[in-house]
């Protein structure tokens, strides 16, 4: 069943709500009861998968290229195998 992320742009409330595709989408703020409750369309999903890609490409990200860039780079200039000296 598909997590909807709600959002209320009257108070700001926000939930997710597990819906069937066949559910009326809410529009009743739970909080303050105003009709301004919408349903975010990407939030759920996005959300979780962004969360995923960010921990994964931070930690490959930094560790692996800031090290294969240092070792890599520091000796090929003073190695004289460069024309730049
Ligand atoms: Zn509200």
């Given amino acids: 069943m598909p997590i ?3 959002r209320c742009s009257s ?3 926000e939930n997710d709500h597990m819906q069937k595709l066949a559910d009326a989408p809410l529009t009743e703020c739970p909080s ?3 009709d301004t409750y919408q349903k975010k ?3 759920a999903g996005f959300q979780l998968k962004g969360t995923g890609w960010y921990a994964t490409d931070f930690k ?3 560790s692996g290229s ?3 860039s240092s070792s890599e780079s520091a000796p ?3 190695g ?3 024309a730049c000296h």
Avoid: F, K
Wanted: glycine share 16%.
């Fill in 4 to 6: 909807y992320a709600y």
């Fill in 11 to 13: 108070c700001g409330h």
């Fill in 32 to 34: 303050c009861h105003a």
């Fill in 41 to 43: 369309i990407t939030a």
């Fill in 60 to 62: 490959g990200g930094t």
């Fill in 66 to 68: 800031s090290a294969a």
């Fill in 76 to 78: 090929a200039c003073p």
């Fill in 80 to 82: 004289g195998s460069c």
